[in-house]
Each structure stands twice: as structure tokens, then as C-alpha cells.
Nanobody, 121 residues
Framework: QVQLVESGGGLVQAGGSLRLSCAAS????????MGWFRQAPGKQRELVAV???????NYGDSVKGRFTISRDNAKNTQYLQMDSLKPEDTAVYYC???????????????WGQGTQVTVSS
């Protein structure tokens, strides 16, 4: 069984910063990609950032230059540093990780429960 547990969401004023964390636990054999999506009310889920095991990153156009994704492979944990936050960043943020488990014998995507980020103007 694999679990992803997120923390760090909350309410912040525009221009402020938040740091999200997402820790994976369970019977983990290895983790490839880790990343974040977000979904605002009435909108489709969109990619925020992805980081592979080697540390290469990709970002959604709306967050480039403001958000930074990182990971600690030894802790099976990823982070999303969000700076210069805007009201349009308000959404539920979901972390994911592509994880290999002995039980399945392959890589599958696992998701966190979501954490609310609200940016006030």
C-alpha cells in the first residue's frame, strides 16, 4: 500500500509565499516522476510542475518563474515553493508520484488527497 500525504496549504495574501510538501510512504521500490496538479472551481485540472528522479523540471506556463519544485529522494518527499502568489493561484493542489511497488511489479501513478491554497487580493 502506498500513500501520499500533503501538507502546507492555507490562506495567504497576494504576493506572499507558501511551501507545499508531499511525502510518499508504504511499500515503495522506486519513484520516477513527482509533481503537482491543481484544480480551481469550475476549471479543468492543470499541470503545475513535474520533476524527474534526476532533478529535471517542467512547469506550467502560468507558474514559471514563481514556483519551484524540488525533491528529496532519500525521504521520498517532494516540495513546491510558491512565491509571488496571485489570486488566480487559488485552487486545490494535488501531488502525484509514479511509483514502482513489488506488489504490482510495475510503475503506477499515486495521488495525494489534495490541499487547499487560497490567495486573497
Amino acid at each position: 500500500q502506498v500513500q501520499l500525504v500533503e501538507s502546507g496549504g492555507g490562506l495567504v495574501q497576494a504576493g506572499g509565499s507558501l511551501r507545499l510538501s508531499c511525502a510518499a510512504s508504504g511499500s515503495i521500490g522506486g519513484i520516477n516522476d513527482m509533481g503537482w496538479f491543481r484544480q480551481a472551481p469550475g476549471k479543468q485540472r492543470e499541470l503545475v510542475a513535474v520533476i524527474n528522479r534526476s532533478g529535471s523540471t517542467n512547469y506550467g506556463d502560468s507558474v514559471k518563474g514563481r514556483f519551484t519544485i524540488s525533491r528529496d529522494n532519500a525521504k521520498n518527499t517532494q516540495y513546491l515553493q510558491m512565491d509571488s502568489l496571485k489570486p488566480e493561484d487559488t485552487a486545490v493542489y494535488y501531488c502525484f508520484a509514479t511509483i514502482w511497488t513489488l506488489l504490482t511489479g510495475k510503475f503506477n501513478d499515486y495521488w495525494g488527497q489534495g490541499t487547499q491554497v487560497t490567495v486573497s487580493s
